[in-house]
């Protein structure tokens, strides 16, 4: 098959109605029959539709046609008696398909450019020996041949050339120089190379060959990128956006309760802190304006940890006393004239003894136990290990998970429990 005339696709400015004219309708049960120039029952339907550019109507007729080895497809052509205006287009008969395709053929007899092409509006055609390429969405699609679109490149190049000798002669003088280029292409005087590629994957490139392989044609299929999808107007499916987590870290968070001393209403300040090489605590803290009433706790952020823990400090250094301790300095039993002399002297002593340690003149074992697991206390040398801190992880006992309420907790199972009985 030899033509080197184009069937386009898009129809831009026809509108199709009912004609009460009678229409010569594909037999059914054969709606697309293979296209064939010898099949005389293969005849158009006509469809009676208004002219968009006289706007009196004219005459619409569809083929519905299959390409060998292809799919199915929709010719129609438009023709207007009144004004001589005419249009011809394709249409896939199909939905876009799963992947794009590639068409790489190498031509290199006079016999190639008989090819069939079918050319959707989406597809990019490219020759890379002159550096030629039309861009997707700037042509409408066609049915036609290697040939055919050669010459309807030539055809859009010459349109305006009348034009550009006028204005800017420098610049018609380049485009029929490359004109005369692609005119040779067509006389095949050496091999050249065509590709069609097509987001759609609705174009295609005729196999004389057919089932057999060609081995002038390479057939791609991929994948569309998400701009791709776009320019088809494809809904890319986006991935479910996960709502994002407010961070507290930064926050003071406030909440009314009532003062714990004389039960009028305070406020309760409450921010997130992250202790480094630790975990999350809550700090917590109520002032009241009524007595002056303050407390300070702080709280763990997570739960009870599997194993209690025990940390052991070796004070040794005056640089030790800066992790916190509390020091009593006074004490009602040191003071007043019913004070025990004894008692009085042993926490005397002790509260010397404190104060050397902290002076750093005296050497301390400090041991901080939690079955909880959740106390903590500070490493100097973090990330590294402290040679002067030992932590030991412990399983709780019995009496310890009673202390934590952990006995009577269950954690499994619940669901079957709690099912609405049949």
Known sequence: MSTSGAVETGLPGVAATPSPTPARAPVLGRLFRPISAEDEEQQPTEIESLCMNCYRNGMTRLLLTKIPFFREIIVSSFSCEHCGWNNT????????????????????APEDMNREVVKTDSATTRIPELDFEIPAFSQKGALTTVEGLISR?????????????????????????????????????????????????????ENPQAP???????????????????MLGLQAETPEEKPEEEDLRNEVLQFNTNCPE???????????????????????????????????????????????????????????MTRDLLKVTKNPFTLGDSSNPGQMNKLQEFSQRVDQIIEGKMKAHFIMNDPAGNSYLQNVYAP???????????????????????????????????????
């Open 89 to 108: 287009e394709i249409q896939s008969a199909g939905r876009i398909q799963d992947q794009g395709v590639r068409y790489t053929l190498t031509v290199r």
């Open 384 to 422: 590294e290990d402290d040679p002067e801190m030992k932590v030991e992880y412990y399983e709780r006992t019995f009496e310890q998970n009673e202390e934590l309420g952990l006995n009577d907790m269950r954690t499994e199972g619940y669901e079957t429990s709690l099912a609405p009985q049949r």
């Open 212 to 230: 057999q392989k060609d081995d002038a044609l390479v057939i791609t299929h991929y994948n569309r990128t998400p701009q791709q999808e776009e």
């Open 262 to 320: 004389c039960n009028a209403p305070a406020q309760t300040n409450m921010k997130l802190v992250q202790i480094p090489h630790f975990k999350e605590v809550i700090i917590m803290a109520t002032n009241c304006e009524y007595c002056g009433h303050r407390t300070n706790e702080v709280k763990s952020g997570g739960a009870v940890e599997p194993l209690g823990t025990r940390i052991n400090l070796h004070i040794t250094d005056p640089s030790d």
């Open 153 to 205: 490149a030539i055809s859009g190049l010459e349109q305006d050339q009348p034009t550009r000798r006028t204005n800017k002669e420098a610049i018609a003088e380049r485009i029929d120089e490359f004109i005369v280029k692609l005119k040779e292409l067509k006389h095949v005087a050496s091999p050249f190379t065509l590709i069609i590629d097509d987001p759609s994957g609705n174009s295609f490139v």
